[in-house]
C-alpha cells in the first residue's frame, strides 16, 4: 500500500519535477529561434550582443532577454566549438541564471553549460565570475569557451597564481573571469589592504558560476583564507617538544577518531611535566597548569595531533623537504596551503625537515562568507542532493536535478563486505583480473596514497598493467584520465572528485589527436581527426560490447557525495557500465562507525574466510552511517560559521570604511571628528562628570594633551579660572588643536596633508585590524571553556568580540590622531642631509643604471671606479684644515668626503672622532 507522500508525488509530482517542467516554455521558445540565428552570419551574431546590452539598459530584464541570449551562445558554440547544446544543456543554464544548483551526472557537459547563464549575465555589464576546482580547469575552460564568448563579441579572462598586477588587472577588465576559489577569495583580501581605489581588481560581486560547487562550498569551507606574515622563528622549540611525544604510551593520551581529537590523560599530563622539566623547557616548581606554561602546551597538543592523527601519504606527503597537504576530497596537493596556529610546524618537526616560522594573521575571509557576498550565486556539480539542506541554509540556493539526455544504463551493484582488509584486496584482484580479461575498462578508486600504492604493486605482481593517478602523479593528471577509458586499461585513482577531465570509452579524441599533431607538427590536423576518430570509433565499440567502464571501490567515503562523484565516472551519456563498492570490517568508516554488530551479523551467518555479505540492507546501514557523519560535518562547519558571522559584520564595517576613505578626496572632515572625540575621551577621563575642580586630574590632562594632541596650551592654568568648567575646557582644545592642524595644512599644503590623512588613516586601520584579528583568534581558541560554567560559548565571544571591536575603534581613533599631530615638514637641514646622502650614493646609482642598460663597460670617472673597488682615492687637504682643531674643518654632511684628502667619507674618518 502507498504512503500518503508517495501517492502524492505519484499526482502532482515532486517538487523538483515541477521546475524542470517549468522550463519547458522557455526551452520551446530558444528551439523556435535557432532557425532565425542560424541565417546570421558571425557579424550578425556579434550585433545581437550589442542590441542585447542596449535593451538591457534601457530597462528589459536578463529574464525578457534570455531566449534570445540562450539562442545565440547555442549558434556561437556550433560555430565555435562544433558543439551543439542539448535541450537539458540549455534547462541547466535556465536553472543557473535563477541563481540554483543544477546537478547534472558527469559527462553531460557542464561546462559548456556554463556558458548561457555567463553570457545573459554579462550582458548586464557588471562581471561574471566562473568559479573552478585547479587552475588547470580554469585556464582550459577560459581558453576553450573563451572562443565562443569572442565569437559573440565578448570578452574572457582567466586569473592565476604567480600573475603580475597588471595582467590581474587586465583579466578582470574582461566581460567573464575564469579562476579558482582560492584566487578570487585571496584577490578579495588583497583588495581590502590596499590603499587606492584605482589598485583594486573586484569592483564589485554581481554573479558567480560555481563549479564542482559542493567542493567548494562544502568540503573546502572548513578552512577559512588567510593572508599572514612571518611572526618569529621558534624552530628549536617546535623540535624540543616534538622529540618529547614519541616517548609516550597509549596510558598517556585519549584517541577519538570519530571526532578526530586527541587529548593528554591525567598520566600523560605527569608524564609530559617530568619530561620538559628534563629538558629544560618547564622551569623548577612550575606545571603545564600555569599561565606561563600557555604556550608549551599549545604546542604540546599542536605535536601530539600531528603523531595521532595526521599520516604521511594520506593527509601530507613530504616533497622536496617541504610537509605539502593533500586535499582528503580530491587527492591532490595543496600547494602553497599550511595548516595554522603551529600545527603545521609541528608537521615538519615530525618529518625532520626545515620548519618555517609560524604566520601572524593580517587578514582572512571563509569561503562562505567571501560567496554570500554576491548578488546572485550558482553552481553545478554531479552531486549536490545529499548536501541540499546545507546549500539552503548557509547560501540560500536550491538544488535542481537535471534530467540527463539519455537514460542512465550503469549497473549499480550492492556493496561486498568481507570481514578482513586482506580479504577484501583478495577479492577486488581476482574481480579486476576477471573484468581485464574481457578488455573492460577497470577504474579503482581508494581513498589514499598508501592504499594506491598498495594496490599497485599487487596488480604489478599479478603481471596486470596500470596507470596511478594520486598526490605523486597530479602532473599527468588529464592525460591519465583521458587514457581510462581504453580497452583493457586499468587506472587506480585517489579520489576522483573534480577532476574536470571526462572518461570517454575508447579513449579521448581530442587528446590523441593533439599527441600526433606533437609527435608530427607537419601532419594535416583534419586527415589526422578523421584516422582518429575511425580508430576511436571501432575502440568504443568494442569496449561497450566488453561492458563498458567498471568502477571497483576499494573503500566508502565518510561522504556520499564522493563515493556517488566515483560512480557517475562511469555510464556517461548513456554508455553502458558497471560500479560495485568491496568494503571490509577494518575499513575506517566501518570500524569508527559501529562495525560491531555487523560483525556479529556476520559471525551468526557463518560466513567462511573470502566470503562477503552482499544485501541491500547493508547498503542502507552504511548510508545512513554515512548521512550521521554528513551531519555532524555540517554541525561543525555551520558552528565555524557562526563564529566567522561575528567576525564578518566587522570585516564589512572595517573593509566599506576603507573603500569610503579610499574614495574620499578631502578627509578633513572626518578626521576633524576623531581629533574631537579623542578630546572628549581624555576630558572624560581627567575631568569625570558630575565631579567638583579640586577632584580633576589638570597635570594628567596637560601632559595627555601634549602627547596625543601635540601642542603645549595652558591646560593647568585654565583649569583654574573662576567659572570654567569641563566642556569649557573642551571647546578651548578642539579650537586650539583646529588652529595646529590649520598651520600644519598650511606648512605641508592642502593636497599633501589631505594624502597624508588618507596615508595615516590606512595604515592605521590596517595595523589596528591586524591586532583584533589576533586577539580574536586567541579569544576563540579558550571561548570554549565558557561551556563549563553553563554559558553560551558563542554569546560570550559576541559580547566580549563586539566589546574588543569597540576598544579598536576608540585606540584607532587616538593612533590616527596622535600620529597626524606630531606629523611635520621637513627642515632646510634635514633636506639638505638627504641631498648629500643621495649625492654620496650617486656613483653608485649610475653604475646600476648602467648595468640595466648593457653599459657596464662605460668609461667612469676614476674617483667611482676606484670606490667600487674599495679603494679612495687620496686628494689634497681642504684650504685651512688643521688636524687636530675640528673648527677649521667646516659643516660637512656625514656622506660627504673628509676634509683631510682622504678619500673616505667623513663618517669614517674625522667624523667619527667629532
Given at each position: 500500500?502507498?504512503?500518503i ?5 505519484k499526482v502532482?509530482g515532486?517538487h523538483?519535477?515541477?521546475k524542470?517542467k517549468?522550463t519547458r516554455p522557455?526551452?520551446e521558445?530558444?528551439?523556435?529561434l ?7 552570419d ?5 550585433a545581437?550582443?550589442?542590441?542585447l546590452?542596449?535593451r538591457h ?11 534570445e541570449?540562450?539562442a545565440?551562445?547555442?549558434?556561437g558554440?556550433?560555430?565555435?566549438l562544433?558543439?551543439?547544446?542539448y535541450?537539458v544543456q540549455?534547462?541547466?543554464g535556465i536553472?543557473l541564471?535563477?541563481?540554483?544548483i543544477?546537478e547534472?551526472?558527469?559527462g553531460?557537459?557542464?561546462t559548456?553549460v ?5 553570457y ?9 565570475h566562473v568559479v ?8 582550459r575552460?577560459a ?6 564568448y ?8 582567466v ?6 598586477p597588471?595582467n590581474r ?13 582560492n584566487e578570487?577569495g ?6 581590502n589592504?590596499?590603499?587606492?581605489l584605482?589598485q ?7 554573479f558567480?558560476i560555481v563549479?564542482?560547487v559542493?567542493?567548494?562550498l562544502?568540503d573546502e569551507?572548513?578552512t577559512p ?9 621558534r624552530?628549536?622549540l617546535y623540535?624540543n617538544?616534538?622529540a618529547?611525544?614519541p ?28 619530561q620538559?622539566q ?6 623548577e616548581?612550575h606545571t ?14 599542536q605535536?601530539l595531533?600531528a603523531?595521532?592523527?595526521f599520516q604521511?601519504?594520506k593527509d601530507y606527503?613530504v616533497?622536496?623537504g617541504q610537509?605539502v597537504l ?7 596537493m ?5 595548516l595554522?596556529?603551529g600545527l603545521?610546524?609541528a608537521?615538519?618537526?615530525?618529518e ?6 609560524e604566520n601572524?594573521?593580517l587578514?582572512?575571509v571563509?569561503l562562505q562568507?567571501?560567496?554570500?557576498l554576491?548578488d546572485?550565486?550558482?553552481?553545478m556539480?554531479g552531486?549536490a542532493a545529499?548536501e ?10 536550491g538544488v535542481?536535478e537535471v534530467?540527463?539526455?539519455k537514460p542512465?544504463a550503469r549497473?549499480d551493484?550492492?556493496?561486498q ?15 579486476i583480473k576477471?573484468?581485464h580479461?574481457?578488455g573492460?575498462?577497470i577504474?579503482v ?12 604493486q ?5 603481471g596486470?598493467k596500470h596507470?596511478v ?6 602532473e599527468?593528471?588529464?592525460q591519465i ?6 580497452l ?5 585513482a ?8 571526462d572518461i570517454?570509452l575508447?579513449?579521448?579524441?581530442e587528446m590523441k589527436v593533439l ?10 590536423p ?11 570509433a571501432?575502440e568504443?565499440?568494442k ?7 567498471y ?9 556520499r557525495?564522493?563515493d556517488?562523484?566515483?560512480?557517475g ?14 568494503l571490509?570490517l577494518?575499513?575506517d568508516?566501518m570500524?569508527?562507525?559501529g ?6 551479523v556476520?559471525?551468526?551467518?557463518g560466513l567462511q574466510e573470502?566470503e562477503?555479505?552482499?544485501h541491500?540492507w547493508?547498503n542502507?546501514?552504511l548510508?545512513?552511517?554515512q ?5 555532524r ?6 558552528q565555524l560559521l ?7 559584520d566587522q570585516r ?5 570604511q576603507?573603500?569610503?576613505?579610499m574614495?574620499?578626496?578631502d ?5 576633524t571628528d576623531?581629533?574631537?572625540?579623542v ?8 575631568m569625570p562628570?558630575?565631579s567638583?575642580?579640586d577632584?580633576?586630574?589638570n597635570e594628567g ?11 603645549d596650551v595652558?591646560v593647568i592654568?585654565?583649569?583654574e ?7 569649557e575646557?573642551?571647546?578651548?582644545l578642539e579650537k ?7 598651520k ?7 593636497e599633501t596633508m589631505?594624502n597624508i590623512e588618507?596615508?595615516?588613516?590606512l595604515q592605521?586601520i590596517d595595523q589596528?585590524w ?10 576563540r581558541?579558550v571561548i570554549?571553556?565558557?561551556?563549563y560554567a553553563?554559558r553560551?560559548?558563542?554569546n560570550e565571544?559576541?559580547?566580549?568580540s563586539f566589546q574588543?571591536f ?6 584607532l581613533?587616538?593612533?590616527v590622531?596622535?600620529?597626524?599631530a606630531?606629523v611635520?615638514?621637513?627642515?632646510e637641514e634635514?633636506m639638505?642631509q638627504?641631498r ?16 640595466q642598460m648593457?653599459q657596464?663597460s ?5 674617483g ?6 674599495g679603494?679612495?682615492t687620496a ?5 685651512g684644515?688643521?688636524e687636530?682643531d675640528?673648527?677649521t674643518w667646516?659643516?660637512?654632511g656625514r656622506?660627504?668626503?673628509?676634509p683631510?684628502g ?6 669614517h674618518c674625522?667624523?667619527r672622532?667629532?
Open positions: 500500500m502507498l504512503g507522500g508517495t501517492l502524492a508525488k502532482f515532486t523538483n519535477d515541477r524542470v517549468a522557455l526551452i521558445k530558444i528551439n523556435a535557432e532557425p532565425e540565428f542560424e541565417t546570421l558571425d557579424a550578425g551574431l556579434q545581437k550582443t550589442a542590441e546590452k542596449e539598459a534601457q530597462g528589459e530584464s536578463l529574464d525578457d532577454l534570455l531566449p541570449a540562450f545565440n551562445v547555442r549558434e558554440a556550433k560555430r565555435a562544433g558543439l551543439r547544446a535541450d540549455l534547462m541547466g536553472f541564471h535563477q541563481g540554483n543544477a547534472m551526472k558527469t553531460e557537459g557542464k559548456l556554463a556558458t548561457f547563464a555567463a545573459l549575465n554579462a550582458l548586464a555589464g557588471k562581471g561574471v573552478t576546482v585547479n587552475d588547470y580547469l580554469a585556464k575552460d581558453e576553450w569557451m573563451g572562443k565562443v569572442e565569437l559573440l563579441g565578448l570578452s574572457a579572462g586569473i592565476f597564481p604567480d600573475m603580475g597588471e588587472f587586465a583579466a578582470y577588465q574582461a566581460d567573464i573571469v575564469f579562476g579558482t576559489n578570487f585571496f584577490d578579495y583580501l588583497r583588495d589592504m590596499k590603499s587606492d584605482a583594486i581588481f573586484q569592483k564589485q560581486h554581481f558567480a563549479d564542482e559542493d567542493s567548494i562544502i569551507a572548513r583564507l588567510i593572508i599572514s606574515g612571518p611572526a618569529q622563528d624552530s628549536e623540535r617538544i616534538d618529547v611525544v616517548s609516550l604510551t597509549d596510558a598517556h593520551y585519549e584517541l577519538d577518531e570519530k571526532q578526530r581529537n586527541v587529548t593528554f590523560t591525567e598520566d600523560g599530563n605527569e608524564f609530559i611535566e617530568e620538559l628534563v629538558r629544560g623547557l618547564l622551569e616548581g603545564l597548569y600555569d599561565p606561563e606554561s600557555t604556550t608549551v602546551v599549545h604546542h604540546l597538543n605535536a595531533r603523531h595521532k592523527l604521511k601519504d606527503i616533497r622536496d610537509v593533500i586535499d582528503e576530497f580530491t587527492g591532490r595543496m600547494h602553497g596551503r599550511r595554522s596556529e603545521h610546524q608537521l615538519e618537526a615530525k625532520g625537515v626545515k620548519i618555517m616560522p601572524v594573521t587578514a582572512s571563509t562568507n567571501y560567496f554570500r554576491y546572485k550565486l550558482s553552481g556539480t552531486t545529499t541540499a539542506e546545507e546549500f539552503a541554509e548557509i547560501y540560500g540556493l535542481v534530467p540527463t539526455n542512465i549497473v551493484e550492492d556493496d563486505v568481507y570481514r578482513s582488509a586482506a580479504e577484501k584486496y583478495g577479492a577486488m584482484i581476482e574481480e576477471l573484468a580479461g574481457k573492460q575498462p577504474l578508486g581508494t581513498t589514499s596514497i598508501e592504499k594506491s600504492e598498495m594496490l599497485s599487487m596488480l604489478t605482481k599479478e596486470i596507470n593517478l594520486n598526490a605523486r602523479h597530479h599527468q593528471e588529464a584520465v583521458a587514457e581510462a577509458g581504453h583493457g586499461a586499468v587506472t587506480i585517489t579520489n576522483m572528485a573534480g577532476r574536470g577531465t570517454q575508447g579513449g579521448n579524441v599527441a600526433a599533431l606533437a609527435e608530427n607538427p607537419d601532419a594535416d583534419h586527415a589526422l581527426r578523421e584516422a582518429e576518430e575511425a580508430r576511436h571501432d568504443k565499440r569496449v561497450m560490447e566488453a561492458g563498458g567502464l568502477v571497483i571501490a576499494s573503500e566508502r567515503h565518510e561522504s557525495r564522493i556517488n562523484q566515483l560512480r565516472r562511469s555510464g556517461r551519456q548513456g554508455d553502458p557500465g558497471r560500479t560495485s563498492f568491496y571490509s577494518e575499513d568508516l570500524r569508527i562507525f562495525s560491531d554488530r555487523l560483525d556479529k556476520l559471525k551468526t551467518l573470502g562477503a555479505i552482499v541491500p547493508v542502507k546501514s548510508e545512513r552511517a548521512a550521521k557523519v554528513e551531519g560535518n555540517f554541525d561543525m562547519r555551520k557562526k563564529f566567522d558571522d561575528v567576525m564578518n564589512k564595517v572595517i573593509f566599506s576603507r573603500h569610503e576613505i574614495a574620499t578626496k578627509l578633513n572632515e572626518i578626521t576623531m581629533r574631537h572625540q578630546i572628549d575621551d581624555l576630558v572624560e577621563i581627567h562628570p558630575k567638583y575642580a577632584q580633576w586630574d590632562l596637560y601632559a595627555a594633551v601634549i602627547e596625543k594632541l601635540g601642542i595652558p592654568e585654565w583649569a579660572e573662576d567659572g570654567v568648567d569641563d566642556e575646557i573642551r571647546e578651548r586650539a588643536t583646529d588652529e595646529h592642524m590649520a600644519k595644512a598650511a606648512a605641508f599644503g592642502p589631505r588618507k596615508q595615516v588613516l592605521t589596528k591586524r591586532e583584533h584579528l589576533l586577539t580574536l583568534e586567541h579569544l581558541s570554549g571553556f565558557r561551556g553553563n553560551d560559548p558563542l565571544y559576541k559580547n566580549e574588543l569597540e576598544g579598536m575603534l576608540d585606540s581613533r587616538e593612533a590622531t596622535t600620529q597626524l606630531h611635520r615638514p621637513m627642515s634635514e639638505a638627504i648629500a646622502q643621495m649625492a654620496a650614493d650617486q656613483p653608485e646609482m649610475l653604475r646600476a643604471a648602467r648595468e648593457g657596464a662605460a668609461p667612469e670617472p676614476a667611482a671606479a676606484a670606490a667600487e673597488a679603494t679612495e686628494e689634497a687637504p681642504a684650504p684644515f688643521v687636530d675640528p673648527s667646516g659643516t660637512p656622506n660627504e668626503k673628509c683631510c682622504s678619500g673616505k667619507k667623513f663618517k674625522h667624523g672622532l667629532s
